[in-house]
């Protein structure tokens, strides 16, 4: 499985990052996922070995290590590195300040440049405490504070200093602008995060209008790549260029695409390529020499996959394969049946069911939770198609081709989008970049700070993370929360992150009440946008 393979080669470099070798690895192994894990890294060295080959962490470790037994070789690099400049030093893990210590030795010519506020990386081996080291290590250490901002607000910056605070500090500072004190910063309470959603779009839309600004200008960043999934689908209902970055698109997702595929072929038996993903989507026994051979019978005939299923005959494939595609077609065609008329999505959630594609997703999975999240994505698919149907008073038909159109808007819009596109990303993802205008949606309790971290009493890189975000915005900064929020099928109820509480209160501006119904949120939300559209031509 892909996502066990992925974890278990974080695992590797992270053992490499902390100079973990694959013996001692084994030998700390508590438990059976930590064993498995010890012994890939053991078989994955004796593969690099026998390629004779190195990953980017060996390219740090392994040089630690011939120091560390050859002096001499230590002594060549010295003579030939004077001087030493290290960039993002909070990022640095174990192996790296190792290295770096080795390198400058005894002469100590060395400079660094970090700010262990923006230490975020604690997950993949970063180890800010290597910023108090240094003065350990190097007791003629020199500091010299860069705290004038030539980025953001006087405001922003009040607002990123009162809330760091709260953290412990190896060096303290205060940023400071000259760039005039500048807009409140919003907080923006919503009733769900669909209002979340249209309320952004929204704004972002007016403030264009109003203020003959770039859609470049404008980023929304958010902890989790699953918070991008109604932003996405509301900027593309808009025909607003957008770029993701880092994360899956919505679309793009497996899950997705194979649901995507039923739902074209239930508008349109003859779509070949919607037959070929879904044939064997769940697992329907049809080899490749069968569809094969069906593809062959089809293009001689000048016929679709789907109709080629009822004329082909037992001389072209074999009884077993020809009984499983016409037991197929026939399913098809009874899904159709069940999708005519006003209960269209009832059909397609019976469809589903009946597939088990639940148990598909466990299968291919690895874990439940993951399971649970693909399925998310599914439901979330066909709530949105429910909406559409609702507020466009469209036929299933009609719903499923708007749905395909966005898909094939959003390919589209991969390959051709430029620089003049809301830019969506992750909080670690906008480390180091700056935009105009700037919203952090989702600012609430178990997403930000993330419910694995207040779990595991990490609060404070959660506020980091929120650090960050913050000092990403140049003019203005808007957060938003929801009151309500969908989770593995069920509403549950939002509290404001505890971040918002440690903000000057005095340079905050409150919207929404979030006491509405979603209902009458999402009218008014639409009335905006539709006079949005209507200025725009």
Known sequence: DGEQANAIAQRISN?????????????AATSPADMLCAQAYL?????????????????????????????????????QVHYLLVDEYQDTNTSQYLL?????????????????????????GARPENLAQLQADYPRLKII??????????????????LIANNSHVFEKQLWSELGYGEPLRVIRCSSEQHEADQVVAEILDHKLRKRTRFGDYAVLYRGNHQSRLIELALQQQQVPYHLSGGTSFFARNEVKDIMAYLRLILNENDDNAFLRIANVPRRKLGASTLEALGNFANARHCSLSQACSRIGSEHIPEAGLKRLRE???WMSSIRGQCQGEHGVAGIRQMIREMDYEDWLLQLSSSEDVAQRRMGNVHFLIDSLQRVMGAEQLGLDEAITRLVLRDLLEQQDEEETGPDSVQLMTLHAAKGLEFPHVYIIGMEENLLPHRVSVEEDNIAEERRLA???ITRAQQTLAMTLATKRRQFGETINCEPSRFIAELPQDDLQWQGGGSDTAEANEDRGKETLAGLKNLFG
């Open 100 to 124: 770096v210590k080795q390198l400058v030795g005894i002469r100590g010519q060395l400079t660094v440049v970090g700010d262990d506020d923006q230490s975020i990386y604690a997950w993949r």
């Open 43 to 79: 078989r994955y060295q004796r593969a690099l070995k026998a390629y004779n080959a190195l990953d980017f962490d060996d390219l740090i470790l392994l040089p630690t290590i011939l120091f560390e037994h050859h002096p001499d070789v230590l002594e060549q690099w010295q003579q």
């Open 145 to 162: 504070m860069l705290e004038q901002n030539y980025r953001s607000t006087a405001r922003i910056l009040k607002a990123a200093n009162t």
């Open 15 to 27: 053992w490499k990052n902390d100079r973990v070798l694959p013996e001692q690895a084994l030998a």
């Open 328 to 330: 197929f077609r026939a």
């Open 467 to 469: 650090y960050v975000g």
